[in-house]
């Protein structure tokens, strides 16, 4: 599976940007999706999973209730919609995937990563 993640910016505190992640590869829905971010001087974290039924939706508690995970099968896409930004979302995203049965919060259960994408949020 190759990943290609775009979609980021910079944007004002309060405002809303939609991620993407262009997958390829005939198996798409088999696999475990997620999106995790690395902020400068910090560890990768998770941000949300979604697993190969569009079930199984799992977020970290700091975006909980303002950020949404989805998933097209039929476009082989992975969307991430960020409303109501804070500057501490500020990151460069990634999307991740693996041929797992359930999320998993820990990167380094990710064999597939896709470049990354930067969103600033502006204070």
């Known amino acids: 599976v190759q990943l290609q993640a775009s979609g980021g910016g910079l944007v004002q505190a309060g405002g809303s940007l939609k991620l993407s992640c262009a997958a390829s590869?005939?198996?798409?829905?088999?696999?475990?999706m997620g999106w995790f971010r690395q902020a400068p001087g910090k560890e990768r974290e998770f941000v949300a999973g979604?697993?190969?039924?569009?079930?199984?939706?799992v977020y970290a508690d700091s975006v909980r209730g303002r950020f949404t995970i989805s998933r097209d099968g039929a476009k082989n896409t992975l969307y991430l919609q960020m409303n109501s930004l804070k500057p501490e979302d500020t990151a460069v995203y990634y999307c991740?995937?693996?041929?797992?049965?359930?999320?998993?919060?820990?990167?380094?259960?990710?064999?597939?990563w896709g470049q990354g994408t930067l969103v600033t949020v502006s204070s």
């Open positions: 991740a995937a693996d041929r797992a049965i359930r999320v998993f919060t820990f990167w380094a259960e990710y064999d597939y």
């Open positions: 590869g005939r198996t798409f829905s088999s696999y475990v």
């Open positions: 979604i697993n190969w039924s569009g079930a199984g939706l």
